[in-house]
DNA sequence: AAGTGGTCTAGACCACTAT
DNA sequence: TAGTGGTCTAGACCACTTT
């Protein structure tokens, strides 16, 4: 929307201030010649991108840019699956195993009961950078394809194609120090400080489906974000 | 929106699996005796929560859900500010050095110029969890007073309170191991894996006015998130 | 050509806040 | 009581995709 992006400029221009009170929809409505509902869209879209408050009854007021709404994406994680031409993912593992106490724990299963490990180090010219370790329900009905445990299952991961009986999925990062086998797998050093990404899949009966984690270096990411008026809230012009 | 809390448990139910589309906003119109632009609004509202997508002219898919949207936001680490009754702040310094060469490079000045600096302690329950070091552009009509600089200064640099020169702030997350003085103010080991929140804040002129970084234990902290379907995409019944 | 999402209008009523 | 944001209607036109 244009007024959005309109009032966006007006905000990064320093033209209402942070705590200030913006002009009444009403006022917007008169001012830029659209109709209320087309004022209350754009409002949202300043909502949705966190440069206002809205309080009903009193106002629109400019909200300072703060730590406390501030989120950070996969999106750097999720580029580098893109980059195939850089990239190679090498499986080191997908064999059956007995479910660990853990694994019993995180699945739903006994322990003991058979599931599928997939060790794969993702590799950047040369130089390894991500080591995942997932666990599998083992079902005998789907065939473990090594052909499919390659970048375009990991990319999956990423966009969740192909894969229709996902529901949901819980994630947790972690500053972690590498163990002995990770440090290893990614050719470093104990103790290297790395990022720990672990997820956990569900069906739409709330089962789990799989659980894993990613180790990636910490000398090798950064995730970045930032707070405030962005240049633009909508993509048009 | 009602029909976007409809829509999301059906999604949820199962009704419509992932890479299915919905039925058409007029279709959806006619079901739920709703008007078009109201249909498009609670479709909007699950696009924006990312659980469907819209393809102009062809129609609304339900999307797996995958690594790629995910976004982790600082709620834990911010409820750590609120809970004032477990939560006391040290502050270690709060004396005017020069800067050098890496903190001049962040804040945009010379070499040498004056800055404030602060480091603060966050501790919970005799515990410190948090070690925080910033450095401020020296402005001489800003004195410092110390007892800003507890609790409530911190919760600032979160709510965005009180300040209204700040337009925007860039933020990176790191994985790091502490150094000695990290260690030393955490009461900790050396090379404990930590988290590393590194923020510069910008005024309206888009000159950076501080640069600090929350040292975080990795023992202490986990951010978690999830994807996929939630419980209810707006808040009402 | 028919159907789809994207956007907009010009009103309306409501719950809430301020005075 | 007047003003504010929140929601909704019943149409409309457009750009786009599909058949």
Known sequence: MQLANILTELVSAGEYLPGS?????????K???????????SIKAL????????????????????L????????????????KKHIKVNVLDAIIVKADKTTANRLAINEGDR???LKRVLVRDGDPIIYHKEKLIYDPYLPI?????????????????????????????????????E????????HQPAFCLEHIF??????????GRFICRGDRFKFKTSVGVPARVSPSA
């Open 68 to 83: 406390k709404g501030v989120t950070f994406d996969l999106e750097e994680f999720h580029s580098i699956f893109r980059d």
């Open 145 to 181: 394809m090594e052909a499919e445990l390659e970048v375009t299952s990991l990319h999956g991961l990423f966009v969740g194609g192909g894969e229709t009986r996902l529901k949901r999925g819980d994630l947790t990062i972690e500053a972690i120090a590498l163990n002995e086998e």
């Open 31 to 41: 001012r830029y010649g659209v109709s209320p509902m087309t004022v209350h869209r």
């Open 202 to 211: 569900y069906d739409f009966d709330d089962r789990p489906l799989s659980w």
């Open 47 to 66: 909502l949705d991108v966190g440069i206002v408050n809205t309080i009903k009854g009193s106002g629109t007021y400019v909200k300072a840019p703060g």
């Open 115 to 117: 599931t599928v490990l």
């Open 183 to 190: 440090a290893n797998k990614l050719n470093t050093v104990l």
């Open 21 to 29: 009170r913006l002009p009444s929809e009403s006022k917007l409505c």
